[in-house]
C-alpha cells in the first residue's frame, strides 16, 4: 500500500502527536487547554465545534457528544470534559481553521475553513494506546493542502502553499514550545518521513 501511495502520490492522513507529564486525572486538562490555546482558528468559523468523551475504548459508544454553532471558547469546551475526567477515557474536540485551497479548476484560491481534531487519551484507554500517538493527538485530515504537488507552481500558487506550511509549522512549534510537552512528532499515515517532504515542498515555494 505504501508503494502505490509513493506511485500514485495518493493524499496521505496528517497527524502530530504530543506527549506531556503529569497527566493523571485531571492533570491533563491544563495541557488540553495550552494546546488549543495555541491553534489559530478559523476567522469563518472560530471556536470549538464539537465536543465528545469516549469511555474504554473507541469500540464503545460516546457518553457525550456535544455540537456548537457558532463554537465556543476553549476555556468552555475544556470545561465540558471537565465533569467526566478518568484515566480510561479520551476526549474529541472539533475546531477550524482557514487554510488556501483551489476550486476545482485550480485557478482560483479561497481560504476554506478546514477541520482538525483534538484526541485527548487517558493513559488507561484503549490500553493503553497515547503510548504510540500521544497523550493528545492532533488529525489534520489529508495533507493535500500543505503539499499540493499535483498544482502548478506559479506564484499565486506559491503563496498558498507557503502560507499553509507556515500555518502548520507555526502551530506545530507552538503546541511544543508553549505548553508543557515532553515529546513533539509530526507523522503522516504512511509513514514517509512528512517532514523532509513538507521542507522541500517549502523549499520549492521560497
Request: hydrophobic content about 45%; glycine content about 4%; cysteine-free.
Amino acid at each position: 500500500m505504501q508503494a502505490i501511495r509513493r506511485l500514485l502520490r495518493m493524499p496521505d492522513s496528517l497527524y502530530l502527536s504530543l506527549w506531556f507529564p503529569d497527566v493523571s486525572g485531571p492533570g491533563i486538562l491544563p495541557h488540553v487547554l495550552a494546546v488549543l490555546q495555541q491553534f489559530p482558528f478559523s476567522a469563518q468559523r472560530p471556536g470549538i465545534a464539537y465536543v465528545a468523551v469516549q469511555p474504554v475504548s473507541w469500540n464503545e459508544a460516546s457518553v457525550l457528544e456535544r455540537r456548537f454553532s457558532p463554537g465556543i471558547a476553549p476555556e468552555e469546551a475544556v470545561l465540558i470534559a471537565a465533569d467526566l475526567v478518568h484515566d480510561d477515557y479520551a476526549y474529541t474536540f472539533d475546531a477550524y481553521w482557514d487554510l488556501w485551497m483551489p476550486d476545482e479548476s485550480g485557478q482560483q484560491w479561497n481560504l476554506v475553513p478546514s477541520l482538525v481534531k483534538l484526541i485527548v487519551q487517558g493513559e488507561e484507554f484503549d490500553e493503553g494506546a497515547y503510548e504510540q500517538t500521544g497523550h493528545i493527538e492532533v488529525d489534520f485530515g489529508l495533507d493535500s493542502p500543505f503539499l499540493q504537488e499535483n498544482v502548478a507552481l506559479t506564484e499565486e500558487t506559491q503563496a498558498k502553499v507557503r502560507d499553509n506550511v507556515s500555518k502548520l509549522v507555526e502551530f506545530t512549534m507552538k503546541a511544543e514550545k508553549n505548553t508543557q510537552a515532553t515529546t513533539r512528532l509530526l507523522w503522516s499515515e504512511s509513514e514517509e518521513n512528512l517532514a523532509q517532504k513538507l521542507i522541500a515542498r517549502l523549499q520549492k515555494v521560497q
